[in-house]
Nanobody, 117 residues
Framework: QVQLVESGGGLVQVGGSLRLSCAAS????????LGWYRQTPGKQREPVAS???????NYADSVKGRFTISRDNARNTVYLQMTSLKPEDTAVYYC???????????WGQGTRVTVSS
């Protein structure tokens, strides 16, 4: 069974940085295209960044130039380096397979990011 464990969230001021981690188990990690999603109350989960098995990356327009996704196949971990954080980045962040339509059924608990002004 796939397990995803996100960590690294917290409270940060506008302009600050955070690095999120997602440790995965129960899958042949290196073969999957993975990504980060975020969700705020009352809104649908939205994709933020993705990385293919080959290491190609893609970003939502709202985070392009500020966030960087990476992966370490030896550690079965995906990272999201977030810089120049804005209040609108406040959300719970999750990792999973991309695209959303084929995401693993089991989501992690997410990690909360709060950007204060």
């Amino acid at each position: 069974q796939v397990q995803l464990v996100e960590s690294g969230g917290g409270l940060v001021q506008v302009g600050g940085s955070l690095r999120l981690s997602c440790a995965a188990s129960g899958l042949l990690f290196r073969r999957y295209n993975l990504g980060w999603y975020r969700q705020t109350p009352g809104k649908q989960r939205e994709p933020v960044a993705s990385i293919t098995d080959a290491g190609d990356t893609n970003y939502a327009d709202s985070v392009k130039g500020r966030f960087t996704i990476s992966r370490d196949n030896a550690r079965n971990t995906v990272y999201l380096q977030m810089t120049s954080l804005k209040p609108e980045d406040t959300a719970v962040y999750y990792c999973n397979r991309v695209p959303l339509s084929i995401a693993f059924r089991s989501w992690g608990q997410g990690t909360r990011v709060t950007v204060s002004s």
